[in-house]
Nanobody, 123 residues
Framework: QVQLVESGGGLVQPGGSLRLSCAAS????????MGWFRQSPGKERELVAA??????WYLDSVKGRFTISRDYAKSTVYLQMSELNPKDTALYLC??????????????????WGQGTQVTVSS
């Protein structure tokens, strides 16, 4: 099991940037695919970005604006977000993929989750 702690959220104006961090501890971090999800009230949880050992995947609406990366030495996954707009407002959660039976965009593939960090984009 992997323990995950997110940080870096906050209030930002439209067009601004934030960098989220997800510190992992517990099982071997390097062996897992990781993902950043977001969830807003009344909406389903959606995968924003995912990363394995060398490849990345993004939700269409964030391509070109968000970048996911990982630092194995620090056991940390990052989500750099730029050109933020109000539609990006959500609770952002880091997750560790523990199943490979379905699409990586399916939340059920991820067995370990952090508590989340709130991102609010507003003027």
């Amino acid at each position: 099991q992997v323990q995950l702690v997110e940080s870096g959220g906050g209030l930002v104006q439209p067009g601004g940037s934030l960098r989220l961090s997800c510190a992992a501890s517990g099982s071997i971090f390097s062996g897992y695919d990781m993902g950043w999800f977001r969830q807003s009230p009344g909406k389903e949880r959606e995968l924003v970005a995912a990363i394995d050992s060398s490849r990345t995947w993004y939700l269409d609406s964030v391509k070109g604006r968000f970048t996911i990366s990982r630092d194995y030495a620090k056991s940390t996954v990052y989500l750099q977000m730029s050109e933020l707009n109000p539609k990006d407002t959500a609770l952002y959660l880091c997750a560790c993929r523990t199943s490979y039976r379905a699409s990586r965009f399916n939340p059920s593939e991820y067995g370990d989750w952090g508590q989340g960090t709130q991102v609010t984009v507003s003027s």
